[in-house]
């Protein structure tokens, strides 16, 4: 059975709070920011879109994201999901290859860098999944 939210609104949050956990990491932080790949993620059952990139001198954090499409900077890898997709995904049960394969995420731009981000991003799976286990049980996968 498909891992639903509750809403748009909640979907956001948690984002939020995943790109927070990934940001803030003391070994993930810094290696997305030194990476660079600025990256658009769409979620397409729920009409949102999400722009991330490494932050800039003078901003808080390792990554910066806007939940907009009208920010000053082309993203380097497009990707559109589902929620689903993209939930399961945060718990490590979405292999993006495959899913790409499958077309559950359809990509375009410079795949390959958005892949060699996964080895870096791995630690947040477990991260994700305790806030999950804590806060949201019903979308644990």
Known sequence: MASQFESPEQF???????????SEDPQMGPQ???ADVPQRLEFDDL???VNARAAR???????????TDDVDW????????????????FQGKENVP???????IKAGGDVGSAL????????????YRSMLEADYPQLVV
Do not use: C, F, Q
Request: a positive charge; charged letters at 30%; hydrophobic letters at 50%.
């Open 47 to 49: 009409d949102l879109v």
């Open 98 to 104: 495959v899913a790409i394969a499958r077309r559950r």
């Open 57 to 67: 001198a003078g901003e808080d954090g390792n990554l910066h994201w806007e939940w």
């Open 116 to 127: 060699a981000l996964i080895p870096i991003t791995k630690p947040v799976w477990g991260l």
């Open 74 to 89: 082309e993203p380097k890898v497009k990707m559109t999901m589902s929620s689903e997709v993209a939930n399961r995904y």
């Open 12 to 22: 956001r949050a948690i984002i939020d709070r995943v790109m927070t956990l990934m």
């Open 32 to 34: 997305l920011r030194d």
